[in-house]
């Protein structure tokens, strides 16, 4: 089987070469995550004891936004120029190529999420123990936040404004992510165990890890048909 | 119970009512919109049958 | 048994059995619905706590677990047409659809009205409320994705797989949002779990319950026919139909 983890390998290669091309961009959705937590003490209060317990969700909400928002495009420069055809006529499972392709992705996408939150977190007032809760609840969490984000933007490949309907489809698959998470950061603030809630989190992590590409794959079968 | 009872509802007449009516005007959209489907289908196949083996 | 279904899926032979059937369910559906609303408006007696309002109980059961029922058959109808491609599946499926939605409204709608003389709130998020609040989500998106693509092919298949993910996702929606919903527990409970319920108030709800099923059957089947005619239109089949 050498010959399929050196393409996987190449395709992760590929995609962080072509991402690190267009370096700016890469930004945009760090900066849309700072800026919806930003909004939060300006439109509700900046009291510090309000801020500590909306955090967990105001973050969470934000990472979520962040992460279809960096996703839009995943598949959109290989739809127009007759690579994702390609990769879906060639010889490497599909559904491989879609976790190297997503792998690289959340490299430059969710990790720097992974690294920027503490400094959200101290913006909103969260305590260590809650901050340590969230890296852990955003590790778990954004691999799930992409995986289940990259199959409604297979299935809206080729729509014009396929991105409002991207996230009235994605939205509700999201919701038991956010509310283990957010729970998850809220216990630890209180000093309670958040164990529960990190194994939902793990399982959510690997279900959408193993049965999400399949999906993924299929859908971009129907959409490129 | 009387009729005056019946549509008074123990006093909760404003939010059974509405319910029911509700209930059953939603639903009865979705038979009407149904019923009306299918007549305007058969009406158009009616005004441009299918021609025959010319096809 | 299967000769039949093979036989079903032939729209020329759904047409004429569906148009034989349907005046029958639509009957019994009548019928069965001005049993259930006689029996829940006058006959069932009042709840010693809750009064004439639990009576809205019977409208918002029946219209809560059609639309579960209705999304779980589109998705299992769904995965026939993705697995078989057999074409009369998808019509069923879109001939469901806004049917579905429109009973994940009245659910909504009327647990609204009937929370608001017992908690006093127009909304209250209650476990039950809120995954029924998601599953409209679930549909709308469904009827939103399948509309705003142009093939009816491809939006079928789409629309098809979008399902199957969604009715994946039920169960841990709902799971999720009932746990969510125990740690934010108010100060009332949620009254629509009867746990024992009396039989004067049980046959009016299996009535309810037995008159919305024969209704959608009606709906679906009407829809279904219009569709299959519409798209056959073209074929012979039609031509020799008396319209």
Not at chain 1, 180 to 189: E, G
């Amino acid at each position: 089987m050498k010959g399929l983890f050196f393409a996987l390998w190449m395709l992760v290669r590929r995609e962080l070469l072509l991402a690190f091309r267009h370096r700016g961009e890469l930004a945009n959705p760090l900066l849309f995550f700072l800026m919806i937590v930003t909004l939060y003490p300006l439109g509700v209060s900046p009291e510090v004891d309000l801020l500590r317990r909306i955090a967990p969700g105001v973050i969470w909400i934000a990472a979520l936004l962040a992460a279809l928002f960096s996703l839009e495009n995943l598949f959109r420069g290989d739809y127009e120029d007759g690579t994702l055809e390609q990769m879906l006529l060639g010889v490497y499972p599909v559904p491989l190529l879609v976790i190297a392709k997503i792998l690289a992705h959340w490299l430059v996408s969710g990790l720097p999420m992974l690294l920027l939150a503490p400094l959200l977190g101290v913006l909103l007032a969260m305590p260590p123990a809650a901050i340590a809760a969230m890296e852990l609840t955003l590790l778990l969490g954004t691999p799930v936040l992409s995986f289940v984000g990259a199959f409604g933007v297979a299935l809206t490949l080729g729509l014009r404004r396929g991105g409002i309907l991207l996230t009235l489809l994605v939205m509700p698959l999201y919701i038991p992510v956010l509310i283990f998470a957010t729970n998850a950061i809220t216990a630890a603030s209180a000093g309670l165990p958040i164990e529960g809630q990190i194994y939902f989190l793990a399982a959510m992590a690997l279900l959408a890890l193993t049965l999400t590409p399949l999906a993924i794959a299929a859908a971009l079968k129907i959409s490129v048909s | 119970m009387t009729l005056e009872q019946f549509f008074d509802m123990g006093g909760y007449a404003r939010y059974v009512w509405p319910s029911y009516g509700l209930a059953l005007l939603v639903l009865g959209w979705n038979l009407f919109a149904a019923l009306q489907k299918i007549s305007q289908v058969k009406a158009q196949t009616r005004r441009h049958p299918a021609r025959g083996s010319q096809r | 048994m299967w000769r039949f279904f093979h036989k079903l899926a032939s729209p020329p032979y759904f047409y004429s059995l569906s148009g034989k059937f349907i005046p029958w369910l639509g009957a019994l559906a009548a019928l069965a619905l001005l049993a259930g609303l006689y029996l829940g408006l006058v006959v069932a007696p009042p709840d010693y706590q809750q009064g004439q309002s639990y009576r809205i109980m019977f409208v918002h059961v029946p219209a809560a677990w059609m639309s579960l029922a209705l999304y779980t058959f589109m998705a299992a109808v769904s995965a026939i047409h993705l697995i078989w491609n057999i074409k009369l599946a998808d019509v069923m499926v879109r001939s469901s659809a806004a049917l579905g939605a429109s009973f994940t409204f009245i659910a909504l709608a009327t647990g609204s009205l009937w929370g608001k003389p017992m908690w006093g709130t127009w909304w209250v998020w209650d476990a039950r409320l809120t995954s029924e609040l998601i599953l409209l989500f679930l549909y709308l998106g469904y009827i939103a994705l399948v509309s705003s693509i142009e093939d009816r092919r491809v939006a079928a298949r789409a629309g098809g797989l979008l399902l199957l993910v969604g009715v994946v996702n039920i169960p841990i929606i709902h799971y999720s949002v009932e746990w969510w919903n125990t740690l934010h527990q108010g100060p009332t409970v949620t009254r629509f779990d009867k746990p024992a319920i009396h039989l004067s108030m049980l046959t009016p709800l299996l009535v309810m319950m037995v008159a919305f099923k024969l209704f959608a059957a009606t709906v679906i089947l009407i829809n279904a026919r219009a569709e299959v005619l519409e798209r056959e239109r073209r074929s012979a089949w039609v031509k020799e139909l008396e319209l």
